[in-house]
């Protein structure tokens, strides 16, 4: 008896561990950051009123349509703020993940931003924190 009550929880902590490890496979890889960006981020900080945002590294659309894709957004291409993007999009342009979170705080966004010449043209939202 003792010993079917240890092969049940040996079965149910190898139960846990796989459930545990595809969860932790199965988490939203976000964009690497890009720490030593050049960009000026305080008016954007400001506007969502934040101490500070971040930015990712530059991605291609095909990447940032992935990526948003991840987050559950259907048919991302089809949206107008995105179509707005690919519009605007000229030579030289980076598209970014930004990310413009409360610390401390509950509240914030993350969202894809268009690049140039160090400003934001053109955005779209797809991550709204509470």
């Excluded at 030593?36 to 934040?50: D, G």
């Amino acid at each position: 008896m003792q010993t079917f009550a240890l092969q049940k929880r040996g079965a149910f902590s190898a139960l846990a561990i796989a459930v545990f490890l595809t969860a932790c496979a199965h988490a939203l890889p976000t964009p690497k950051l890009d720490r030593s960006s050049e960009l000026n981020l305080a008016p954007i900080a400001e506007r969502f009123q934040v101490p500070r945002c971040q930015v990712s590294v530059p991605m291609s659309q095909d990447e940032a349509l992935q990526y948003v894709e991840r987050w559950n957004v259907p048919d991302p291409e089809n949206r107008p703020d995105w179509i707005a993007i690919a519009e605007a999009t000229k030579s030289g342009d980076q598209l970014r993940e930004v990310t413009c979170v409360r610390r401390g705080q509950r509240g914030g966004n993350v969202f894809l931003g268009l690049f140039r010449e160090g400003a934001m043209v053109a955005e779209m939202h797809f991550v709204m924190l509470d």
